[in-house]
């Protein structure tokens, strides 16, 4: 993640840069120390989007019997 450091990525920008790792991998011109690297890369990808995704889930609100907003699972 040369331009950015992951924790600036968003979940956005880190989904296409995971997007553009599977093509590469998919590639026919790739060599095999430059897959497992970009493969590596991608597992980070991977690992951040998952991240991101636990930390919204555990912020989505939901109405309680009063009316009044709880963190889901609460």
Known sequence: MAK???NQLTLEEAL??????????QSD?????????VYQQGMEYVK????TIDQVE???LVLNQEGEL???GE
């Open 58 to 60: 555990k912020k989505v």
């Open 16 to 25: 296409k840069k995971l997007e553009e790792t599977v093509t590469k991998l």
């Open 4 to 6: 950015k450091k992951e």
């Open 29 to 37: 011109e790739i060599s095999l120390e430059e897959s497992f690297q």
């Open 70 to 72: 709880d963190e889901l």
């Open 48 to 51: 951040f989007c998952s991240q």
